[in-house]
Structure formats: structure tokens, C-alpha cells
């Protein structure tokens, strides 16, 4: 009965995770889809609105490392539930912003309580289980983004368009507040010294720092094409403007279906998980160069891409957990940084291409991009396995007793 219990609380603490990551990913796109009734609101050009999502990507991005380091002793249930409320403040703040700078500084303090929570969410989820199901937790909190992307932006720009952009922030704000009654309950009072996922299973410098290589690169790729998706759906494959929404929804579903399916893959073998979701992008945007100007196997491809896109972040969310040289958390917070760095890389690049040489060239060079980063990924099977001098056993190697953790 207690273990039953203890699992169904598990089980609930990790749907508020994803429920984190859900909310995070809704309100820092949010102001794309309301791009223009709040330029008009505030009296602002839409470039600065834009701002708002430039500027909370650099914070995030700068933000990431120190601030995890600077909070790594307090216990996770008590971080998450501050930075929650922080959330939740800064958008009820946000909701109430008379001026484009008081806005611009809600949206920064919110940026850091997001740059700390991607940090910590992942350790802290993999906590509630035994390490073997690691690959299909992680699967499970990433996947909270991917609805956000699909559901969760649409539903609030819908919502945006009709009640007023600030509506869409208030009910952000709203279910933050669910979302923090749900972690502050649910979520074990442990400290960081007490996780076994609080450290990398197999520590090695190598590959963590290989990992953060092919993470901005094949980044840098999924975003240099998909940045610019509409244009080539219009330009090169050629159907028309209201198009773009359904295949969007086709692409995002293909998403979560992509990270859902990854789990158990990332848990049984994650470098390979790596290796495949990588290849899975390069050939679609590949395909998409070569064959986008064909109506259905444009559509197909953009899904694939998605998904390979989806499941590639589920790897590197299984692989920190197994390579990470120190803490875990600061491991995921140089991972966070990284991908927000190929994020930035991969917009320019793609603009770059699409100036120079039009939009199909943004898929050329994403798939480039992803080459890169599917030859690196390859090469971690010429790296040796991490040892200790002495022939000292490893952290990973020393055996533990039993985990009393919910096995499913």
C-alpha cells in the first residue's frame, strides 16, 4: 500500500514537472503569436515586441550556469516551488504592465527563474524513479515543451486574438499557480546531496563536452530550417499561406510522438539514440532540399524532422544524466545554454541563407549543420571509457543498495 502510494505521488510530482515545462515553453513564445496586438497595445514597432523574445532567450542563455551554482544546496521541492511562484508573479506582472519597459523586465525575471528550472527539472524528475526508467522520465517532462509548442501557444494566441493579448499571460499566470500547488505538494523534500541522479552515472568530461558540441550544432540545423518553415512551405512547395497552421499541427504531433517513443530507446542505449535522431533530421531536411517541391513529401518530411528534432532532445536529456563530469544540474544548465546557443546560431545562419540564396537553402544548410553534428556524435565510439587512476572503481561502478524508488 505504501509503495503503491509513494508511486502514484511520483507519478503525480512528475506530471507537474512536465506541467513546468509546458508552461515555460508557452510563455516564452507567447509573444510571437501576439505579436501584434501587443506592438498596438503598447504603442511599440513589432520588432521590439520581438525583443521580448530575443532578449529572454540571451538571459537564459548567460543565465543558465551561474545561477545553478549559486543555488545548488537548496533542496529541489523548495528551488522549484520559489521559482514557480517567481513565475507566476512575474506574469501576473507582466499581465499588469502599463509601459514596454516594465514588460521587458517581467519578461527578464522570468527568463531566470526559466534558465533555473530547465537546469534542475531534469535531475530532480529522474529522482523520483530507479536510473533505469531515466531515459522514458526525461521523455515525459521534455514532452510538457512539445504540447505547449502544439497546443499550448495556438490555444493562447486563439485566446489572445479575441480577450486581449494580456488575457493569454493571465491564464499562464493562472495555471502556474495549479502547476506550483501540484510540485509544492507532490514533490519529495530531498537535498541535492541525497539524489542518485545528482551526479552523472558514468562521469566523463569528454563526452559531455562532445555532447555540448552536437547540441548546438544539430540545434543550430533544426532551427535554421524551421525558423523560416512558412516561407519555404509557400516559396518552394507551394501550397497556400493557410496551409501553414494544419502542417504545423502535423509537425508538432510528430514531435510529441518522437520524444514519447524515445524513452525507452535513450534508457536501453542513448549514445545510439543520439546517432539516429541526428541521422533522422539530416535526411529530412536533406529530403526537403532535394524533393520539397512536392506537395505531400514536403509535408511527410516536415514531420519527420520534428520528430527527430523531439526525440534528439530526449537523448541529450538521458545522456547529461550519464556523462555529466560534476552535478548533474550544472551539467543540464551548460546543456540548456548550448541548445539556446544553437537556437541563436541556427535563426542567423538560416537568415543568412534565405537573404543569399532563398528558402529552400535554409534546409541545406540545416541538414549541413546536422552532418556535422551526426560525424561528431559517430566519432564518441573512438573515445576511450572513462577510468580512474589506481584502478579505483568509478562513482557509476561503486554498488548501491537497493532503490526503494516507484519502478514504473
Known amino acids: 500500500m505504501g509503495q503503491a502510494h509513494a508511486h502514484r505521488r511520483a507519478v503525480g510530482a512528475l506530471i507537474g514537472l512536465a506541467g513546468g515545462t509546458f508552461l515555460y515553453t508557452a510563455a516564452e513564445a507567447l509573444p510571437i503569436g501576439l505579436l501584434l496586438p501587443m506592438a498596438v497595445d503598447l504603442a511599440v514597432s ?61 519578461r527578464i525575471a522570468t527568463a531566470a527563474t526559466h534558465a533555473l528550472f530547465w537546469a534542475v527539472v531534469v535531475p530532480t ?38 480577450a486581449g493579448w494580456r488575457a493569454s499571460f493571465l491564464a499562464v499566470a493562472g495555471l502556474g499557480a495549479l502547476v506550483l500547488a501540484v510540485v509544492a505538494w507532490l514533490l519529495p523534500s530531498t537535498g541535492p546531496a541525497q539524489e542518485h541522479a545528482g551526479r552523472g552515472r558514468t562521469p566523463d568530461s569528454r563526452r559531455f563536452w562532445l ?25 518552394v512547395t507551394g501550397l497556400p499561406a493557410a496551409s501553414i497552421a494544419t502542417i504545423l499541427l502535423a509537425r508538432g504531433v510528430a514531435s510529441v510522438l518522437g520524444i514519447l517513443a524515445a524513452g525507452p530507446i535513450v534508457d536501453r542505449s542513448p549514445w545510439s539514440a543520439l546517432v539516429a535522431t541526428v541521422a533522422l ?27 527527430g528534432f523531439a526525440a534528439f532532445t530526449a537523448a541529450l536529456g538521458g ?15 551548460t546543456l540548456s545554454a548550448a541548445v539556446n546557443v544553437g537556437i ?65
Not at 524528475?125 to 497546443?151: D, H, I, K
Not at 545522456?319 to 543540464?332: H, N
Open 46 to 106: 513589432p520588432s521590439q515586441v520581438g525583443m521580448l523574445v530575443t532578449v529572454y532567450g540571451a538571459v537564459v542563455m548567460v543565465a543558465s550556469v551561474p545561477l545553478t551554482a549559486l543555488v545548488r544546496r537548496i533542496p529541489r521541492r523548495r528551488l522549484l516551488s520559489v521559482l514557480l511562484a517567481g513565475f507566476v508573479v512575474s506574469n501576473a506582472i507582466t499581465v499588469f504592465a502599463s509601459t514596454f519597459t516594465m514588460l521587458m523586465a517581467a
Open 125 to 162: 524528475a529522474a529522482e523520483l524513479f530507479r536510473p533505469g526508467l531515466q531515459g522514458r522520465v526525461v521523455a515525459v517532462v521534455f514532452a510538457g515543451g512539445n504540447v505547449a509548442l502544439v497546443l499550448g501557444v495556438p490555444a493562447g494566441t486563439w485566446l489572445g486574438e479575441r
Open 211 to 235: 555532447l555540448v558540441v552536437v547540441a548546438v550544432l544539430s540545434t543550430a540545423g533544426a532551427i535554421a530550417a524551421y525558423t523560416y518553415i512558412a516561407l519555404f512551405v509557400t516559396e
Open 281 to 307: 533530421q539530416c535526411v529530412a531536411l536533406l529530403g526537403l532540399y532535394a524533393f520539397g517541391h512536392h506537395p505531400a513529401v514536403a509535408v511527410v518530411l516536415i514531420a519527420i524532422a520534428g520528430l
Open 319 to 333: 545522456l547529461v544524466l550519464q556523462v555529466a563530469p560534476g552535478r548533474s544540474d550544472i551539467a543540464a544548465a
Open 344 to 408: 541563436t546560431g541556427g535563426a542567423f545562419f538560416g537568415a543568412l541563407m534565405l537573404e543569399s540564396h532563398g528558402a529552400a537553402s535554409t534546409m541545406l544548410i540545416g541538414a549541413l549543420l546536422g552532418a556535422v553534428a551526426l560525424a561528431l556524435a559517430l566519432g564518441e565510439r573512438l573515445i576511450p571509457p572513462p577510468h580512474n587512476k589506481g584502478g579505483a572503481a568509478t562513482p557509476a561502478s561503486v554498488a548501491a543498495p537497493p532503490d526503494p524508488r516507484p519502478a514504473q
